[in-house]
Each structure stands twice: as C-alpha cells, then as structure tokens.
C-alpha cells in the first residue's frame, strides 16, 4: 500500500464495542500535516474514544490506527506529539514549575519552559501547587504540557471548556501561533464557534459514525442559508411548515428561524404575527449546519456534507 507521508494521523475502518454500546462504528480519519481538524459531535458521539484508538489507549476491536506512520504506542511516535486530554490526573502538591521541568525533560529536544508558560498564559503562577489552582488554571497548566515536547501534531480534547473568555481567546491565539510553526491540530469542541476560528476541516461524529467530512469551506457553502430571530409567540412547529423554512425552535421568548431565504419568511411572520418584535436576519453559521447534519444524517445515510439533504422541517423541541 503507498503511504502518504503527509498523513500525520490515521484512524481506517475502526470499530470500538462497549457491552452492546458501539462507540466507533467503521470510523476514517485523516489529519494532515498543517491541519487544524475539529472532530465534533453530541455527547458520547464518540470523539474522545476517536482520540484514545490513535493515542493508542484505547484498543480497537477492528480496523487499525497510525501517528507517523507508525503504531500509535511507539515512543518514537509518542515523542512527537502532545496531548490535553479531557481530564488529567496530575500531582496536586507539585509546583506549576516543577511539573513543567519534570515533563520537559521526558523529551530529548523540549520546549523552554518559558515559552510554554507564555503560550498558556501562566506568568506568576510556576510557583503555586496544581491542586491550588482554579479549575481553568489547571487547563492552561495541562495545555503548557502538552506543549513540552515541541508536538508536530497536537491533540487538544475540549481544551477550552471551563475557560473564561479572555484565557479562551489566549489559548485561540497560542493555537494559531503553534499553526503557524508548523504543528498540525486535532481539536475537540463543543464550542462550534472555537472550531470555526481555528479549524479548517471539520469531521462531525454521530453514534460512533463519520456523518459529515470536508473544509470549512464546504460546510460554510453549504449553510448559505439563513437565519430568523425575532420576539413571537408563534408556534416553532408551525413555522417550521411554511415556504423556504428549514428548521424551526422556540429559544425562551424568541423564535429561531433557519430559511434557505429570508425575505418571503419575514414577510409571513409579520404577516402572521404583526406583534412580532427585535428582528434580526443573520447568515447560518456552522452551528446551525452542525444541526442539521446531526438532525439530517440518520435518515440520509450520507456520508459527505455535500450529499446531505437540504431540507429539515422537525424543530429542535421536537427533535
Ligand atoms: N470505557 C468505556 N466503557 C464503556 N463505555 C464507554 C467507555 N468509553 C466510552 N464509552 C461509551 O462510548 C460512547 C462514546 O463515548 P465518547 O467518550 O467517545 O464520546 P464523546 O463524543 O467524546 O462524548 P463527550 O462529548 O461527552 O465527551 C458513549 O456512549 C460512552 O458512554
């Protein structure tokens, strides 16, 4: 088989069972060098096991995982990635220093200490305990290590959840900057906003399957729809029934249109509902395609976002 040397990590046929629960059912994956690839889906669609099988913690009942073309378990492997897994168990009495030299010196050539401490934010806390630390602390500390070995790829699982917005957007930029140098990202996200400032291809996971595979590019051409937000008491389930309209929810006391048009929908809601108040008309972002491909998929079967169909009348209550 010819192996294509700009595949950093490889995930091919994989399947993985627990009990009668099939957390991986057939699942390929590719991360390319340079990519940033965000790996979404709902909870226990499962990613976090995606990045078990090609870290080599998690064994496959069937298919085969690679990092560098070699066994994910490899040191030689290992020693070229960095990994910031959804929860870590670290030493709560160890010094925020003391864990960062400690894990330096794993790797032959690692990072200075004092640029993983300026990417993750962590000026003035090396000397405080781990176990002292606030919870997003603790994540910046966990990213500052996974950086230690100078990773060519990195594997970041939810790294931003419990971050305020400010380290969030610190850890976007240290994210980028890695980029730029030439380290190739696989994100998990549940924030569809994060993958869509950092990804440039998006695999969307539903029970254990790959339902949608392709640039940010493709899905943002393929949502060229539109959205409707406005205060009405009109009922979602209803709406999501007229012309043009695509998806329907009730969001407390708004109403959330998605339409493949705006203009005849808002002329039918003011027809409808002449109180209806604060309109806004926006273009459908990657959250709204997220939804639609998880929605949409089971029925479709598809397997490429441009194969999905474009229609979805269920509203989000419903669904
Ligand atoms: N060790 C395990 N034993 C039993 N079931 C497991 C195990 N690990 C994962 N699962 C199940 O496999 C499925 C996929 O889980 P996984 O953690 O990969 O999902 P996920 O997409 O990462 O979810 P989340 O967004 O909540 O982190 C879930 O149904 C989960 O309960």
Redesign the pocket.
Known sequence: MEIDNNVLAHLGGVH?I??A?S?LAGVDLELRGGQVLALL??????????I?VLLGLVEPDRGEAGLFGMAPRSLAARRRIGVML?SAELPEAARVGELLELTCSYYPDPCPVEECVSLAGLDGLLQRPYGKLSGGQQRRVQFALALCGRPRVLFL??PTTGLDIEARQGLWRAIRELVGRGCAVLL?T?YLEEAEALADRVCV?QD?LVVADGSMEAIRARVSRRRVRCVSALDPTSVALWPHVLAAFRDGSRLDITADVAEPVVRQLLDMDPDAGELEVSRAGLADAFIELTRESLSAGAARIDELPLRATATREAA
């Open positions: 993985k627990y009990g629960r957390a889906g709902a909870n226990g669609a499962g990613k976090t096991t995606a078990g959804q699982d939810e998990t549940h996971l254990g």
